[in-house]
């Protein structure tokens, strides 16, 4: 893990990098004939260096040694699969607050976890329940709250399902709407705390 991360600053900062950002950014968005039903798209961003690939299934693209590996050495990751435990204080585990709202087909509860990943579920109707989440479930929870905060909470109209509190500094605040462009990682971090109280 730690030779891994070494190397992924290495390739983030090295030349080759910025180079196929550059290149990246000169060329012209062109159409992409789909021939499959599953495109994938990959996006990696440090600072003002920022650069993304759609690999439609039988079309060829660019030479991009040093995207495709930094790809290769985050994707285990981003699916919750790690070397070893990446639990340290740095990056925190910031608390948050999950709250599901009452629908006529769900049941409302709030749930709480802080920064030692000790949880707690409050239930409709008064029951609650305590868990500690797993080296595991915390690591992955840092992973999908750095992702969902990497954008700007948005102002929406939709029905609210969900609303997240992340006590970050400042605070991020908003119904699940409001994540627009974070949808499948607001998605993935509320089943993995569901899943953790055996939702």
Same mark, same amino acid.
């Given at each position: 893990?730690?030779?891994?991360?070494?190397?992924?600053?290495?390739?983030?900062?090295?030349?080759?990098?910025?180079?196929?950002?550059? @290149?990246?950014?000169?060329?012209?968005?062109?159409?992409?004939? /789909?021939?499959?039903? &599953?495109?994938?798209?990959?996006?990696? #961003?440090?600072?003002?260096?920022?650069?993304? /690939?759609?690999?439609?299934?039988?079309?060829?693209?660019?030479? #991009?040694?040093?995207? &495709?590996?930094?790809?290769?050495?985050?994707?285990?990751?981003?699916?919750?699969?790690?070397?070893?435990?990446?639990?340290?204080?740095?990056?925190?585990?910031? !608390?948050?607050?999950?709250?599901?709202? /009452?629908?006529?087909?769900?049941?409302?509860?709030?749930?709480?976890? @802080?920064?030692?990943?000790?949880?707690?579920?409050?239930?409709?109707?008064?029951?609650?329940?305590?868990?500690? =989440?797993?080296? /595991?479930?915390? @690591?992955?929870?840092?992973?999908?709250?750095?992702?969902?905060?990497?954008?700007?909470?948005?102002?929406?109209?939709?029905?609210?399902?969900?609303?997240?509190?992340?006590?970050?500094? !400042?605070?991020?605040?908003? !119904?699940?709407?409001?994540?627009?462009?974070?949808?499948? &990682?607001?998605?993935? =971090?509320?089943?993995?705390?569901? &899943?953790?109280?055996?939702?």
């Amino acid at each position: 893990m730690i030779r891994n991360l070494s190397r992924l600053r290495t390739i983030l900062t090295s030349e080759q990098f910025s180079k196929e950002v550059a @290149d990246a950014a000169q060329r012209k968005p062109g159409t992409t004939e /789909q021939v499959c039903s &599953d495109l994938i798209t990959n996006e990696v #961003t440090m600072g003002n260096l920022s650069m993304s /690939q759609t690999e439609p299934c039988g079309v060829e693209s660019q030479q #991009t040694p040093a995207f &495709d590996e930094i790809v290769s050495i985050v994707a285990p990751a981003m699916t919750g699969n790690f070397d070893a435990p990446v639990e340290t204080t740095k990056p925190p585990l910031f !608390p948050v607050r999950l709250e599901r709202m /009452q629908l006529p087909n769900q049941a409302a509860y709030v749930i709480k976890v @802080d920064a030692a990943g000790r949880g707690t579920i409050r239930l409709a109707g008064g029951g609650s329940k305590q868990r500690d =989440l797993s080296v /595991q479930q915390r @690591d992955t929870l840092r992973l999908l709250i750095a992702r969902v905060i990497e954008e700007p909470v948005v102002p929406c109209t939709s029905t609210d399902h969900y609303r997240l509190d992340v006590a970050t500094e !400042p605070a991020i605040s908003g !119904p699940d709407c409001g994540f627009r462009e974070r949808q499948p &990682d607001f998605g993935a =971090l509320t089943v993995l705390l569901e &899943d953790a109280f055996g939702l």
